[in-house]
C-alpha cells in the first residue's frame, strides 16, 4: 500500500495517462467517423472532476503540458498562414479580412450585450468569432482550386483575422486586469507594436542566418524553432499580454524560413500526436458536464453564438463578393471556409475564460460552436468547391500550357542512385526506359560514406563497391541503347550526396528504390528519401518495382484533381506505355454523393486532360471516375489487375488539427504491384488550369 500511494503522488502517472488518452481515444473514434476532438474532449470529461476525477486543471504535470499545447496550438497556426498566397493578393485578402473580422465582432458584440455581458467582455466574445481556422483546406487541395482568387484571399486574410483578434484579446486582459487608464493603454499598444516588429523581423533573420551556418542539421534547427516559440511567450508576458499571443507572432516570424520542409514537418508532428491533444484533453477537465447540458438546454446562448457567427461570416464573404465581382460558387467557398471556429477561438476563449472575463456559459456556448462550425464548414466546402472546376478550355493561369515534350526537358538526364545489387537492375531499365524516349542519357551515382581519414580500409572499401556497383549499371544501360555516365562521390551524407550530384549533372530526374517512410522514427529524425524529396531541384521518381518495367502491361494513374500537377504523372506513363506498348488507366475518385451529370462531367475534363498529354492513337487510355467515399479502396480494387501504379507525393497539411496523413501513405503499405511515387521539387504553388472566359478554374 506504501508503494501504491508513492506511484498514485507521482508526476509520471498523469502523463501516462495522457499517453494512453491520445494514443487510443483518436483511433476509437475515427473508426466511428465522429471528430477525434470529440473524443478527446470526451475522454477530458470523464477522466476530471466531474468524472472519475482521476486528472485535474491544478496538477503540475498538466498545468505544464496543457500550456505547452496551448502554445503549440498558436504556434502551429501562425506556422500554417500561407504568406505566399497572402502577397498574391494582399489588398484583396486585406478588404475581405478586415471585413470577415468586423462584421463578426460587432456581431458577438452585440451578442455579450444582450446576455447582460460588460462592454470588455462583450468585445472579447465578438473578437472570438473574428478569427477563423482553415479545416477544409485539405479538400480545397484535393480538389486542385487552391489557386482560384476567391480561395487564395480567404487563405490570406486568416493572417489578418487571427493577428487582430490576438490583439484584441490582449487589449481585453489587460484592462480586465485594471490597466485601463489612456497612458497604460497606450503604452501597452506601444509595447505591442515594437514587441510584433522585434518578434517577426528579428526571429526571422535569427533563423535565415541560423538554418544557413547549421546546413541540414535538423536537430539543431527543430530545438532553434522550439527556442524561439518559448522566448516569444516569456516575451509576450514580459509586456503584460497572452503568452499565445508570442505563440502565434513566433509562427508567423519562422514561417518562410521553415518553409514546407522537413523540420516543418518535424515541429508540426510533435504538437500534433502529443501536445496539442493534451490541450484539448485538458479543456475537456474544465466541463461541468450537468452545466454544460443546462447551458446547452437553455439553447439560446449557445444558439444565438452559432448564428451570429454563421450570419456574420456570410455577410462578409457577400460584400466581399460583390466588391470583387466573385460567382455565387467562390461566395459560398470564402463563407465556408471562414466558418470554422477552432484553433484562435479557442486559446482565446480559455485564456478569457481564467482571466475571469467569460462565464462557464460563454466556455460551453463556444466549445457547441467549435463542434458545429468545425462539422459544417467542411461539409459546405465539400458541396459547393467542385464547381469552382466546372469548366475548362485547357489553358494555364499565368503562363502558357508547356508543350508536351517540354515536360521533361531537352538535354535530358536521369540520375539513379545505385547501392542495392538486388534492385539495381530494375532501376537502371526503368531510368533506361525514359531517357531513351527523350533522347537523353542516365546517370548511375554511387556514394562512397566519407571517413575522417581518406586512406582508410573501410574507404577504400567503399570505393571498390561503387565501381563494381557503376561498372554494373553501366553494362546494363548499355544493353539498352542508353548513354551512360556513371559517377562516383564521396560524400558524408547519401542523402546530399544524391541531391549535390543532381544538381551539378543538371538533372531532370532522380530515379531511387524504396525505402520505409512512415512509423515514429522516420517522422523524427527522417531518412534518405524524405530528405531527397525535400532538397532536390528536379523530380523524384521513388519506385519499389516488383518486376521488370520491360513487362509492364496495365498502367494506372489515379488523378486527385484537375490541375497541371496531374500532367507529370500522365507523362510519366505515357513513356513507359510506350516502349511496352501498355495500356493506361487514369481513376478519378470523386464524393460519394456526387451526381451521374457531375460524373460525365468529370470524365470529359478528364478525357480534355489526357488527350493534350497522351497519344490515344499510340497508347490505349482508359478514363473511369468512381463515387466512393473510401480513396485508397477504390485504387486498391483498380490496382488488382494492375502492374505499376504512379503515384504523387502529396505533401502533408494539418489546420493545427491531430492527424498527419495521406492517402499515398496507406496506398504504399497496401499496393501488391509495382509502385512509382512522384516526388515534385520544392516550390511555389503551379498554377491551375483555366477557362479562357471566365474566372473559372480547372
Keep these: 500500500m506504501e508503494h501504491y500511494s508513492e506511484v498514485i503522488k507521482e508526476p509520471i502517472l498523469p502523463f501516462a495517462i495522457l499517453l494512453v488518452v491520445i494514443l487510443t481515444v483518436p483511433i476509437v473514434f475515427r473508426k466511428l467517423r465522429i471528430p477525434e476532438l ?19 486543471n491544478k496538477m503540475p504535470t498538466m498545468e505544464l503540458l496543457s500550456d505547452i499545447g496551448l502554445l503549440y496550438l498558436m504556434f502551429v497556426a501562425g506556422l500554417e498562414v500561407d504568406i505566399q498566397q497572402f502577397k498574391r493578393k494582399k489588398n484583396r485578402s486585406l478588404v475581405f479580412g478586415s471585413l470577415t473580422f468586423i462584421i463578426p465582432l460587432i456581431a458577438g458584440i452585440l451578442v455579450g450585450r444582450l446576455f447582460g455581458f460588460d462592454w470588455n467582455a462583450s468585445i472579447l466574445i465578438g473578437s472570438l468569432l473574428a478569427s477563423h481556422t482553415l479545416l477544409a483546406y485539405p479538400i480545397i487541395s484535393r480538389l486542385g482550386v487552391v489557386g482560384d482568387e476567391s480561395v487564395v484571399v480567404t487563405i490570406g486574410a486568416t493572417i489578418f483575422t487571427d493577428i487582430g483578434a490576438l490583439l484584441v484579446l490582449a487589449v481585453c486582459v489587460a484592462v480586465e486586469a485594471g490597466n485601463f487608464t489612456i ?5 501597452l499598444l506601444l509595447s505591442l507594436v515594437v514587441y510584433t516588429a522585434l518578434v517577426l523581423f528579428g526571429f526571422d533573420w535569427a533563423g535565415r542566418e541560423f538554418f544557413k551556418r547549421t546546413g541540414d542539421e535538423e536537430g539543431n534547427q527543430f530545438l532553434f524553432v522550439l527556442l524561439v516559440v518559448f522566448l516569444s511567450s516569456l516575451g509576450a508576458q514580459l509586456i503584460g499580454v497572452e503568452k499565445i499571443i508570442g505563440a502565434f507572432l513566433a509562427g508567423l516570424a519562422v514561417n518562410d524560413v521553415v518553409g514546407k520542409g522537413p523540420v516543418e514537418e518535424k515541429v508540426v508532428f510533435v504538437g500534433s500526436v502529443l501536445f496539442i491533444p493534451i ?13 454544460f447540458l443546462k447551458s446547452v438546454a437553455s439553447i439560446w446562448m449557445p444558439l444565438t453564438i452559432v448564428s451570429a457567427l454563421i450570419g456574420s461570416k456570410f455577410l462578409a464573404a457577400w460584400f466581399s463578393a460583390l466588391m470583387f465581382r466573385y460567382n455565387r460558387p467562390q461566395m459560398l467557398t470564402m463563407w465556408s471556409l471562414s466558418l470554422p471556429q477552432v484553433g484562435a477561438t479557442l486559446a482565446a476563449t480559455l485564456v ?19 463542434l458545429v462550425t468545425a462539422t459544417l464548414g467542411p461539409v459546405i466546402t465539400s458541396l459547393v468547391a467542385p464547381a469552382l472546376t466546372h469548366e475548362s478550355h485547357g489553358e494555364f493561369e ?19 542512385p545505385v547501392y542495392n545489387p538486388q534492385t539495381q537492375e530494375f532501376l537502371i531499365k526503368m531510368a533506361a526506359l525514359l531517357a531513351r524516349h527523350e533522347g537523353g542519357k542516365i546517370v548511375p551515382l554511387a556514394i562512397a560514406t566519407a571517413q575522417a581519414h581518406m586512406d582508410t580500409p573501410q574507404m577504400e572499401s567503399a570505393l571498390g563497391r561503387g565501381e563494381l556497383l557503376l561498372e554494373t549499371a553501366q553494362q546494363q544501360g548499355l544493353q539498352l541503347g542508353v548513354e551512360v555516365e556513371p559517377v562516383l562521390r564521396i560524400d558524408y551524407d547519401i542523402d546530399r550526396g544524391i541531391t549535390h550530384a543532381s544538381r551539378e549533372k543538371d538533372a531532370n530526374l532522380i530515379v531511387m528504390g524504396w525505402g520505409k517512410r512512415t512509423g515514429l522514427r522516420a517522422r523524427l529524425f527522417g531518412n534518405v528519401i524524405d530528405s531527397v524529396l525535400w532538397a532536390a531541384h528536379c523530380p523524384v ?24 500537377e496531374a500532367v507529370r504523372p500522365l507523362k510519366f506513363a505515357q513513356i513507359l506505355a510506350l516502349e511496352n506498348g501498355a495500356k493506361v488507366t487514369v481513376l478519378n475518385v470523386c464524393e460519394r454523393r456526387t451526381t451521374a451529370t457531375r460524373i460525365a462531367w468529370i470524365e470529359s475534363q478528364l478525357s480534355v486532360l489526357v488527350s493534350k498529354w497522351i497519344d490515344s492513337n499510340k497508347v490505349q487510355v482508359e478514363i473511369k471516375c468512381i463515387a466512393e467515399g473510401d480513396v485508397s479502396k477504390v485504387i486498391l480494387k483498380a490496382a488488382e489487375s494492375a502492374d505499376l501504379v504512379v503515384l504523387r507525393s502529396l505533401p502533408r497539411r494539418s489546420a493545427a488539427g491531430l492527424v498527419i496523413s495521406d492517402v499515398t501513405t496507406e496506398l504504399l503499405e497496401k499496393l501488391r504491384c509495382s509502385v512509382v511515387m512522384l516526388g515534385e521539387p520544392n516550390r511555389p504553388l503551379l498554377p491551375t488550369l483555366k477557362d479562357s472566359s471566365s474566372s473559372k478554374t480547372v
Design 398 to 416: 499565368g503562363e502558357t500550357a508547356p508543350a508536351t515534350g517540354e515536360i521533361f526537358k531537352k538535354n535530358f538526364r536521369v540520375v539513379v
Design 38 to 56: 470529440v473524443g478527446l474532449l470526451a475522454a477530458g470529461i470523464i477522466l476530471g472532476p466531474f468524472g472519475l476525477n482521476v486528472l485535474t
Design 183 to 187: 497612458v497604460q493603454l497606450m503604452t
Design 352 to 370: 478569457g475564460y481564467r482571466a475571469g472575463l467569460l462565464t462557464e456559459g460563454v466556455l460551453n456556448s463556444v466549445i457547441v460552436l467549435m
Design 279 to 291: 490541450f484539448f484533453v485538458d479543456l475537456g477537465l474544465l466541463i461541468d458536464v450537468p452545466a
Design 541 to 564: 521518381a521513388v519506385t519499389r518495382l516488383l518486376k521488370s518495367p520491360l513487362e509492364f502491361q496495365h498502367i494506372l494513374v489515379p488523378v486527385d484533381n484537375l490541375s497541371y
